[in-house]
Structure formats: structure tokens, C-alpha cells
């Protein structure tokens, strides 16, 4: 994979146009499909509403989020209500975010956030713009890059350097079970975990989870039964290879 971008000048005056037009090339000249590891990445036509990208081999589509800078805890995106009703979709895009370098002209970042990984809870409502705007009243959202755990986060260029493809595939493949989930379900087994991943060592207790108990509780107010619901997302989740119990309330991540 060369992270460079195509040196051929460009006839755009504005910085942010002339980055657009690279990290785009750039996707569709290099970048792999996560999915299945196709090289086919296509552009959508212009003003596709949603998504810019798919891939012609498994039909994955993607969105593509570019920046200089690293993506701090949120990210902007397009109207909240239209990105809320496209969450239950099967076309739902990815997203890739990508950072780069316009003096050395190549890529420093990308990674991708599968889309089984869009919950109601990372969808962002921003306020109305005002009434003196073009469009006013017009509601846009944020994705909550802090609200998703780092198993949804795949890099693929890290500091300047590709990742092992066959890493990024695996990685890709851990956690595809939660598409055939019902965003609402989703949602809860998202949220417990990154739980577990925050306690920061694979072996942890039904304790260290329960620990959570509070938090879960206030982002979900109407659930009762916030430990019982804990402990069906650790079996859901052991069922499906994500985590193993080693003994009577132990339990492992899996790498
Ligand atoms: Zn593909």
C-alpha cells in the first residue's frame, strides 16, 4: 500500500479543496475494502447523500471523514435525523477517517469504524442553527468517537505506517456477530463492551463488570435490571467468541 498521494498538481485554490481531492484519490487508488479485503474501492457519483465510496466486491459502502489533525472525541456529520433513520439500514455506511500531510503529501492515519459499530448512543443531536442561517433550523450530528470501544476502531495506517492487512481483516471479522443484532440490542452489547475494555487487562470478574452498574443505569433509565442485563451481554458475547469464561464468574477477552 503506498501512502503517498499522486503528486500531479492540482487547479484548486483552497487548501481544504485541493486535501479533499488527494485523500479521495488516495481511497480509491489504494485503499483496501476491510471487509473482504478487495482492492476494488469505487467512488459513489458526486452528492451521493451519505456515502462516497463502496466496493465492488462485497457492495460495503463507505463514508470517508478527512483532516489534518487527529479526530479528538467527536466528529461532525451530516443531519442527525436522516443518520438516526439510516442506523437500521443494511447499506448504512463505514466510516473511515483519515489524516495526512499536505507538505509531505501522504497519508499519517486511517481507521475505520465498522458500521455495526452506529448506535443510537453514538449519534450526537446538535443543536438547530440559528434563525439568521441559510438553513435554518437545520439539525446536524456529531459521531462520538469517545463512546466507541477500541475494538471499533481499526487502524490501518498507524503513525505513518500500514498495519498488517491480515490483522486489520481479522480484527474486522471479531466483531462482525453484532450486525445480525437489532440496533436497539446492539446498542446495549456496544456499551458493555467497551466496559470490559476499559478495565484494562483481558481477565477480569462479573464484579469489575458490575462495577459499570451505575453508569449503565443512567444511560438507560428505563432498565430495572441493569446486573441481570450485564450478565446476558457477557453470555451473548462469550457465545459469539468475543470473550470466554475461564471459570464460574471469570472471564477473558479474546485477542
Ligand atoms: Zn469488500
Known sequence: MKLEFDEAPL?????????????????????YCPNCGGANIRAFPNNSPLADFYCTTCNEEYELKSQKNGFGKKVLDGAYHAKCERLAASNNPSLF????????????????????????????????????ARRAGWIGSHIRLDRIPASGKIFIIRGGAAEPKEAVLAQWQRTLFLRDQ??????????????????????????????????????????RNVRPKIRQQLQFLRDRGYLEFTSRGHYRLRP
Open 11 to 31: 487547479a484548486y485554490t483552497s487548501g481544504s479543496q485541493t486535501a479533499r481531492v488527494r485523500t479521495e484519490r488516495w481511497v480509491r487508488d489504494w485503499a
Open 97 to 132: 477517517l483519515l489524516n495526512y500531510d499536505l507538505q509531505k503529501l501522504h497519508v499519517t492515519n486511517l481507521f475505520v469504524v465498522p458500521k455495526h459499530f452506529f448506535v443510537h448512543e453514538i449519534i450526537e443531536e446538535r443543536k438547530p442553527l440559528a434563525a439568521t
Open 182 to 223: 437489532p440496533v436497539e440490542a446492539r446498542g446495549w452489547l456496544v456499551e458493555v463492551m467497551k466496559c470490559v475494555e476499559s478495565i484494562g487487562r483481558p481477565d477480569f470478574d462479573i464484579a469489575d463488570a458490575y462495577a459499570f452498574e451505575t453508569q449503565l443505569a443512567q444511560l438507560y433509565p428505563s432498565n
